[in-house]
Structure formats: C-alpha cells, structure tokens
C-alpha cells in the first residue's frame, strides 16, 4: 500500500530480486534440459543482474539487466517462464479455493438462516406484499432492494378476467393454502426444491414458485384478500351454502405418490386478464458467519447461538437430509430441563444466560413465550407439559426462540456432540438494523 511512495530506484530493485528468483527456479527446474551455451548464458546474465544490484546501480541500468535476463528466460523457461494468461489464471483460482476451503473449514463459515424458528433474534424469509391495490417498487427501487435486502419479486398473473379460487386445507378452524413440492431452480441456475401453488380464474390455473422453506405465501394471499382471518373463514362458510366448494386430490411432492385432499375454494374476488393475483417481494434471510474454532477449545456455553449438522438426527435427516441448523442451546450434558409456558426451567430454576430467554419468559413483544410439546401432535417427542427430562453424555439440547413457529429439540431430541460445528459471529448481509455481531 506504501508503494505510491517508493522512489523509483527502490522499486526496481524489487523488480530485479523478483527476476533473479524466478531465474533461480528455472535453473533448478530445467539445468539438465538445456544445452551448455543456454546455461552458460543464464548463469552469466544472472550474475551481472546479481552485481548490479551488489553495486547499486540506477534503475536505467538495472532495467537493461532485467531484460537481458528476461530474454535468455523466454527462451529457456519452458512452463516455469513465460506462463500463459490462462496457467496464472488458474492458479490464482485454484490457491484462492484451497484458502476458502481451508477458512471455511477451520475458521469461518458463512451460514444463511432459511426459517423464521429464530425469530426476532435472526430473521429467515420474509415477506412484503404488495396488493393489486398498492403501487409496487419500480426497476430502480427494486434494484437497491435487490442488492441491499436480496429481495426478489414474486407475481401470479391472471391468465383471463374471471373469479378466483384456491385449493385449502381445512383442519377446524384453521386454514392453509395447499401446495406441491417440485424440482426448481435458485438464483435460475443451482438446483432446488420450491413450493408451487396454483389457484384459477374462471377455471384457468395460474401459478407461483418460492422457496421450500418460505412459510409467508398465506399471509400474503390472506392479507390481500381478507381484513382478518375472521372474514376468510366467513367466505369459506358462504361458498358451500351456495354449493361452490369441490374437493380435490393434490400430491404433497412430486417426487412420491403421496395424495393429499385440499378445497378448492371461490375467495370472493375477481380480476382482470393480466393483472396481479398476488405480488410480493420475498426478503432474504439473515446471513452471517459461523465461527468453528471456539467449540474446538471450550465447551459450549447455554444461551449461545448453536449452529449444528443435521447428519445424525434421524428425525430432520429423513425429511431434510444432511443439513446445517441453527438454535439456541438450553441444555448441555446432565442438565434438568423443564418447560414450564412461557418460561424454561434448567436444573430447577429459571434458564439464564441469553436476554431472550427473560424476554421470552416474560412475552416482551415480539417474543410470544416458550410452548410445550403436546402430546395431540404425535411429531413431538420431549418436553411435554409436567415432564422433566435430563440431557443426555455427549449430547446437547437446543430450541428455536420462535417457540411457536420452531422444528426444534422437542421434536427431534438431541444433537450430538460430534455434530457441533460454531456459534453465530457476524450478519453480514442484508443490510439491515440486525448488521453487525450476532447475538
């Protein structure tokens, strides 16, 4: 960074020791391949460059050293000189990785939280809706969007003027879109699995994409169409006194042969050909680094950020496979662990360690409480109401901060010690009020 004051003598001494190295590795590399006269001619053009520099010379004189010797490397040098742009190239990308690789593995992860289980704390996917109603952002304010927030526009277009329905899933009083899973593709190039839900317009099926792990595609369509959920259960009521509801089959994934059954349901509402069903901006989840060299020293501290491999948990590797997950750890080995709503009782006593576990116990909005596992639920599996369980040797306890809305330890147990990888260090994108060190 200092070299904008370097005189221009000092520089090309740098210039002629870089020459004189790379002369020296030629020599070593290819002696036995060169002819007597190509030696002879090396060994005499480096000791000249060698005694100019001894003697301090000026850089005129110097510069006719380096490229005397340069001349004799041309001819000399095979692969070692002169390199192609492509061969320096891929070597500069071939080093760049074996750093990333070895930082990433020893040091520094990043790491994207997809979900929203650790919500307020870290945000995962989340949704702005723009209603038909709204002016949505232009190019230009979508672009900053884009780099600053990574959001990305989602729209569902009628395809003709007519009513709109959409398959639910009704369970008592609770209301859902129904979806299918499919091979898709992120960023339109890597790989992935997306949610695909389609409603129709007079009978014309019309269809968006988002993410797997996206969950706020109902409240964007429930937002837009309904003033609370009140007036959707309302409208559902209303379609079958007129008869208006049809039953239909759906596959879950469209990987198996899994069928599940879905309503499909008149929401009330027309549009015109071309205009939006839905539009909305899906904002990225909080993207931060994961340090891994802590938890390879000390052990981990209750209250932390915990971020793990899912490999071995039979349970989250079944449906989601080898992943990363990140809650927050409550128990290490030996440990009582009671949950008693909304708070969370360790060896007998209040949790500590993390605020959010007093902001939790205490529902300080937006924290909504911790929840037991219910025993209605049969995924659950720990923690149920009036239960006191004791953390396994070798084995670690977690929970999202989002009790409600988390896939966490009390559906799946523990996490093995040998699974551990860091806790958060830094979020460094999107550039939002969270930026900055993790909590």
Do not use: C, H
């Amino acid at each position: 960074m200092f070299g904008l004051f370097e005189s221009q003598e000092t520089k090309m001494r740098d210039n002629a020791s870089n020459w004189l190295e790379l002369a020296s590795k030629v020599w070593n590399y290819r002696r036995d391949r060169l002819t007597t006269a190509e030696s002879d001619e090396l060994v005499e053009r480096t000791e000249n460059l060698k005694g100019l520099l001894k003697e301090r010379a000026d850089a005129a004189r110097l510069k006719l050293g380096i490229e005397s010797l340069e001349a004799i490397l041309a001819r000399t040098g095979g692969a070692i000189y002169p390199k192609t742009s492509l061969v320096e190239n891929i070597e500069f990308f071939l080093v760049a990785a074996i750093v990333i690789l070895g930082v990433r593995t020893y040091f520094v992860q990043p790491f994207k939280i997809p979900t929203n289980s650790m919500w307020p704390t870290y945000y995962g996917m989340t949704k702005e809706n723009f209603p038909p109603s709204v002016q949505a952002p232009g190019l230009p304010a979508s672009v900053f969007r884009f780099l600053a927030y990574g959001a990305q526009r989602r729209t569902m277009v009628a395809p003709r003027d007519g009513q709109i329905s959409a398959p639910l899933v009704i369970r008592g009083d609770k209301v859902s879109l129904a979806y299918t899973i499919r091979k898709g593709r992120s960023w339109l190039v890597l790989p992935a699995r997306v949610k695909e839900y389609t409603f129709y317009v007079d009978g014309a099926p019309a269809s968006v994409q988002v993410p797997a792990d996206f969950s706020d595609f109902d409240d964007v369509v429930f937002d837009t169409y309904f003033p609370d959920r009140a007036a959707l259960m309302a409208q559902v009521q209303r379609a079958a006194q007129a008869g208006q509801i049809e039953e239909v089959s759906l596959k879950l994934d469209e990987a198996n042969n899994g069928i599940y059954e879905a309503l499909r349901v008149p929401l009330g509402k027309t549009v015109k050909a071309g205009e939006p069903i839905v539009r909305f901006d899906i904002m990225t989840g909080d993207q931060l680094f994961v340090d891994r060299v802590t938890y390879q020293f000390v052990r981990p501290t209750v209250g932390q950020g915990f971020v793990f491999r899912t490999d071995n948990i039979p349970d989250i590797a079944r449906t989601f496979g080898a992943q990363y997950f990140i809650k927050r750890l409550i128990g290490v080995p030996g440990d009582e662990i009671e949950m008693r709503e909304p708070m969370i009782l360790r060896n007998g006593k209040p949790i500590t360690g993390s605020s959010t576990f007093e902001l939790n116990g205490n529902r300080v909005a937006p924290y909504r409480g911790y929840f037991n596992a219910t025993r209605e639920d049969s995924r659950y599996s720990l923690l149920f109401k009036g239960e006191s369980i004791r953390v396994p040797d070798f084995s670690y306890l977690a929970l999202g901060d989002n009790s409600m809305n988390s896939f966490d330890g009390r559906f799946w147990g523990y996490v093995p010690a040998k699974d551990v990888v860091g806790r958060p260090l830094f979020i460094y994108y999107p550039f939002t009020r969270r930026w900055g060190p993790a909590k």
